[in-house]
Structure formats: C-alpha cells, structure tokens
C-alpha cells in the first residue's frame, strides 16, 4: 500500500509540472520549480450569451483564456511599467498573482491565441481609401498606456468588438483597420484593453456612427446599451457591453466599456474590459479614447 501511495504522488506531481511545462516562465506561480505548490489555471466554464447576439461557437470580445496568454507574453516583454496619469505603479503591466484574480478559460479551447494571417493590419486602395496597413504612429502606444507596448489583437479576440455591429445593422465596411491591445496598471490593478481602428471610404465613418446609434435604440434585449452620447465628439458614443458567464458555481454578468468616435474618415473605438470576472470602467475608456483620435489624425 505504501509503494501505491508514493507511485500515484509521483505521478500527480509529473502532471502538474507538465501541465505549466508550456506557460511562459515569468507567468508561473511564484517558487514554480522550487519544491513550491503549484496551482494550475483553473477549469473551463460555460458562458451563456444572448440568443439574438450570434452563435454560440463564435468567441466573445477577448476569450478569457487569450487573455490570460497574453498578459503573460506582455508581462514577459515589456518589462515594468509605470502607472496611468497618477494611478501608482506596479512592476509589470499585470502580476499573474494579482490578489483576487483567477484566469477563466473560455470554452473555445484557447482559439483566441491564434494569430492573423495579416498581423491584424488591413489595407486597401483606391479612391478613398488607404494604401498599405495603418502604421504604429495611427495607434496607442506606450506614452499612452502607461509605458506599456501593446500587441495585435488575435484574430478571434475581440471579435464582437472589431467594430461593433449589433442587431444586424446596415453598416459599411472598413477599407482597412487594425486592432491592437495590452495590459495596463490602473489603480495597482491590471486592465484589459483594446484599440480599434477602421478607414472609411468618404462619409461612411459618419454613416457608421450613425446606423449605430440609430439600431441600438430599437434593438432590445441584446447585449448592448448605449450608456452616453456625444462624449468624445458629436459623432461619438459611450456602450456597454454584457456577457454572463458562471465562475466558481455563481453566475456573473460582466461588463466591458467602450467609446466609438469618428476622426474623418475613421472610426475609433477604445474598450477596457476590466480583469477577468472584474468589470471594466468607462472613466478609462473615455480617457483613453483623447489620444486615439488625436494619433487617428494622421489618416487622411
């Protein structure tokens, strides 16, 4: 019985180091190779969206687990980083041992760590149009988000985000967009958050906006909610939008907030949605969202 014993505890042991064998070292627990406990990221959950709000196989704004990878790719290459406009610092844009932060895995199975083909860029030609991807100095950069770099949003992150097109609006397509997003310290806490954006042939920006806010004002019982009008501009709004999922035997609504503006023939959109089963605040999407129109100047 003794030789059992010790038999099936050196084989839980193999794995569990195997299990965290492929997380980026500065992602692992703390003591994680040093005789430590460890504690993997924990099961998956089932999240229960809108029945109007598009099929239950496509992924939600940022799948739970892409942003539990990421945040570990981001804190392994940005190094520390310094607070937003007077929030305090922490060292790293996110610590994986946050108190009170536990990653929850979507049940994709982690389809949102696959990268675009394109690296997120579009491009497009033609009258109205932008010739070749948009370039870094279009997006938020690190003067902007508290030191930190942000990365290419995968190509299914986010994707009811990149833009928003709820209730199955007529609304025009992008001649080119990307998407970029990190993981920022607000309040020693980290935030997740997201940039998109999308080039216009002349006037459709503005025809966005306004198919926007016209279908969300009749379209009830989605997701979405206009929250505020008009605070980054007249053709600007502030959205909520919300997701219920169940964490640890309790259901949770989630709210991720998000400012869409027009800067000519472009549309803006800035989200934060918080930390894991923490809300985001719109106070951070509205402030983020004065640098991004002011970088979006430079498309013409």
Not at 8 to 32: D, E, K
Not at 111 to 133: E, F, I, M
């Amino acid at each position: 019985m003794q030789t059992i014993r010790r038999s099936f505890a050196l084989f839980a042991a193999v794995v569990c180091v195997t299990t965290l064998s492929g997380v980026p070292a500065s992602a692992r627990p703390a003591g994680f190779g040093e005789g430590a406990p460890v504690e993997a990221p924990p099961g998956l959950v089932a999240v229960q969206r809108p029945a109007d709000d598009g099929p239950a196989d496509i992924p939600d704004w940022m799948t739970r687990e892409a942003r539990w990878r990421q945040a570990a790719r981001i804190r392994a290459q940005s190094g520390s980083a310094s607070g937003m406009g007077g929030h305090g610092s922490a060292t790293g844009p996110v610590a994986s041992g946050a108190a009170g932060h536990r990653s929850v895995p979507d049940p994709d199975g982690g389809r949102g760590s696959v990268p675009d083909p394109d690296g997120g860029r579009g491009s497009a030609s033609g009258p109205g149009g932008v010739t070749g991807p948009i370039p870094d100095g279009a997006m938020l950069g690190p003067d902007d988000l508290g030191g930190v770099a942000p990365l290419e949003v995968d190509r299914d992150s986010w994707v009811r985000l990149r833009p928003p097109q709820p209730c199955e609006g007529d609304y025009p397509e992008a001649k080119a967009e990307r998407a970029v997003t990190a993981v920022i310290d607000v309040n020693r806490a980290p935030n997740a958050v997201m940039e998109y954006v999308g080039v216009h042939r002349s006037g459709e920006a503005r025809r966005y906006l306004r198919e926007l806010r016209s279908v969300l004002k009749v379209c009830e019982g989605t997701a979405w909610r206009i929250e505020a009008t008009g605070v980054a501009g007249p053709d600007s709004l502030l959205l909520r939008y919300s997701d219920t999922f169940e964490h640890v035997d309790k259901w949770i609504t989630h709210h991720t907030y998000l400012v869409v503006a027009r800067k000519g023939r472009a549309v803006v959109l800035v989200a934060d949605a918080g930390w894991e089963t923490d809300s985001g605040d719109p106070a951070l999407a509205r402030k983020l969202i004065t640098p991004a129109l002011r970088r979006a100047a430079v498309l013409r």
